[in-house]
């Protein structure tokens, strides 16, 4: 769609969501979370979640639609109020399927959830290409969205069969507790990734968050690709495990083995040839969103195992660690762009970076304390896929400075360059050769939980 959009078309949306996405946070107020996270859950409390749901998403939803005049006027950008206003749809139809996801989730029904993802992604591009063919500009990206959450609605409900009793809000007073929780440190998490775009929609140009929101959505190719499934994979297992230290560890530090493995090299070699595909698939007129990436380019390498803190926190019932964290995040992520302000988008790429850096060390130094896995255990999981990494990516930057060449024959020669070195530290060093065979070993584990015996979860099949 990029090529047949604009960046002001994108910049627009972008200068929306930032603010529904951060309504949007509260749509089930983290029940969710606490659902997964449960050792244990009655058909009462299922029933009760749901039905705060569904009233939570109806506020939203007026909230939203009230808010789309003082949007509009806050931006000075009349067409902002009519894409609030529809947008705000969407916390209704996430409402009515949050705890039949959640639910799926936690009885690891992968497969389910994977078939739903790709038809909601599906059918959201197919909707979006459509209709920036036939010019509706903006809208087009609207429909998209509304289109793949639209997509999961029926499915979630396919999936699980299950009609909703009578709710009773005393039973459900846990969770609210452990959601409370959960939602303030979803909404810091949501500055962190969202203050860049507000502060540029604001200040600068439509088109310049355009280009920085498409940098942006390069930068979480890798947390998309690895961290969403494997998420949605070790939160309800970690959780099962928490009283099992031994094991939890185990598989914690698998998993964080195998997204440093995958994830590190992949962020490197898009460091490298992020020209390329930006001029590729986006075109010319978007070239410095590769710049910007760039720039980015150590808060994504970071990123790329920056979600295993949640992981543990979370599955240990540490809510209140994870919210300190996520509340530091938040006034260091603030404090970093507002004074890249004046940089504009370059200055935030910058202080994305850094502010990345320093709440890492920060993550090392208290955020693993009274928990099954040490933060040296952790450091000596991610140290040989960060050196090879690195060093693959700082040699691959070099040859690109040296060749020349269409961006196509530049791509596929640096990339394959790139992970060949790679798989080469890997299979050179004896150190490097069982990393290699332990990842493969977690992937294996990992695929094996998307065999499901039975897709269909019923009312009496209820955990």
């Known amino acids: 769609m990029a090529r047949m959009l604009t960046p002001s078309d994108y910049g627009i949306i972008a200068m929306v969501t930032v603010v529904t996405g951060c309504v949007g946070l509260l749509k089930d107020m983290g029940l969710s979370v606490s659902v997964i996270q449960s050792p244990e859950i009655t058909a009462v409390e299922i029933n009760s979640l749901f039905w705060i749901n569904i009233v939570i ?60 993802d790709l038809a909601s992604v599906v059918v959201a591009a197919l909707v979006g290409t459509l209709l920036a063919w036939r010019h509706w500009g903006y809208w087009a990206l609207v429909a998209s969205l509304l289109a793949g959450q639209a997509t999961a609605l029926p499915m979630v409900w396919y999936y699980f069969r299950w009609m909703p009793g009578r709710p009773s809000i005393s039973e459900a007073a846990r969770h609210i507790r452990f959601g409370g929780a959960a939602t303030v440190g979803g909404l810091c998490a949501y500055i962190v990734r969202n203050l860049d775009n507000f502060l540029l929609g604001k200040y600068a140009s439509q088109t310049a968050l355009g280009v920085y929101s498409k940098a942006y959505s390069l930068l979480l190719l890798p ?44 962020v490197g070699c898009l460091v490298v040839v992020a020209p390329e595909i930006v001029q590729i698939i986006l075109g010319p007129r978007w070239h410095e969103s590769a710049t910007l990436f760039r720039l980015m380019s150590l808060g994504a390498w970071l990123g790329t195992f920056n979600i295993a803190i949640g992981w543990l926190l979370t599955s240990t019932g540490k809510i209140t660690r ?70 693959c990516s700082l040699a691959g930057l070099w040859i690109a400075n040296q060749i020349t060449g269409g961006p196509w024959s530049r791509l596929i020669g640096l990339s394959t360059l790139i992970f060949g070195l790679y798989a080469l530290c890997g299979i050179s060093f004896r150190w490097g050769r069982t990393e290699m065979k332990e990842t493969m070993g977690t992937l294996r584990k990992i695929a094996s939980q998307f065999q499901t015996i039975n897709p269909l979860q019923t009312q009496d099949e209820l955990p």
């Open 57 to 116: 998403g109806l506020l939203l939803t007026v909230e939203g639609i009230l808010l789309a005049p003082f949007l509009a006027m806050f931006y000075g950008k009349p067409e902002v109020r009519g894409i609030c206003a529809i947008l705000s749809i969407s916390f209704l139809i996430n409402s009515v399927t949050a705890q039949q996801s959640a639910l799926l989730q936690r009885n690891l029904q992968f497969r389910c959830l994977a078939t739903i």
């Open 223 to 266: 947390m998309q690709m690895l961290s969403g499934p494997l998420s949605t994979v070790m939160l309800p297992v970690l959780s099962r495990l928490q009283d099992d230290e031994l094991r939890f560890k185990h598989y914690y530090l698998q998993a964080i083995r195998l997204l440093a493995f995958a994830g590190m090299p992949l």
């Open 322 to 391: 994870l919210l300190q964290i996520s509340l530091l995040s938040a006034g260091l992520f603030a404090m970093g762009f507002t004074a890249a302000l004046p940089w504009g988008a370059r200055g935030m790429a910058v202080a994305f970076s850094v502010c990345y850096l320093v709440l890492n060390l920060a993550i090392l130094t208290f955020g693993f304390r009274g928990t099954p896995v040490r933060a040296r255990e952790f450091v000596q999981t991610i140290t040989f896929p960060a050196l090879a990494s690195v060093s």
